[in-house]
């Protein structure tokens, strides 16, 4: 756990391999996945306040580099980045999540998670070792808490694609076959 919700923390976080899941608990005390990281990205309470409205917890095989707000600029330097960069970052990360909020309010779940998993595929897809395209490291019950699904209907729609050679998956890959068929699904 890199920190909880509702605790204080000033931490900023790089992602140089690996995921990181982004949970929200809700007032029950329930989690629900709203967000995967994964290389290049950013994030972390000191990045926009030290109160931290998510929590976020590390894969295993993650690793970061941590920085408080007052050594920033040493981290982007020694990243070889620019605070241009991290904007740019950022401003990604809200616009993919705006169209993902619009979506859940506005498609069908098939759309939904396919235009999840195409998102997936291109901002955090790493080289698949099972010899595919590329693969994402993310379970069938976390994908289908981020595309607001149930697991059984999104496990349902998963096989379909993967008996029309659009994704393979493992337990915990999914693997990307055929790009042009996922981005058509994504379209409705």
Known sequence: MLFRQGVTSRN?????????????????GNRGLVDLYGPGSWFGPGLG???????????IGCELEVAFPENLNNLLHSLSQT??????????????????????ITAPLAVRLASLLSQLFHFRGQPC????ELDVKLSQSELAAMAGGSRQTVSQLLSTW???????YTRQHICLLNKGALEGLAQG
């Open 12 to 28: 900023i976080y790089f992602i140089h391999a690996g995921y990181v899941l982004i949970h929200k608990v809700d007032f029950n």
């Open 49 to 59: 306040g030290n109160s931290q409205e998510i929590e976020a917890i590390a894969k």
């Open 83 to 104: 605070q241009q960069d991290l904007i740019e970052h950022l401003a990604n990360r809200e616009s993919l999540l705006q169209q993902r909020i619009f979506q859940h």
């Open 129 to 132: 070792a099972h010899g595919h």
């Open 162 to 168: 993967k008996h029309k050679g659009i994704i393979d």
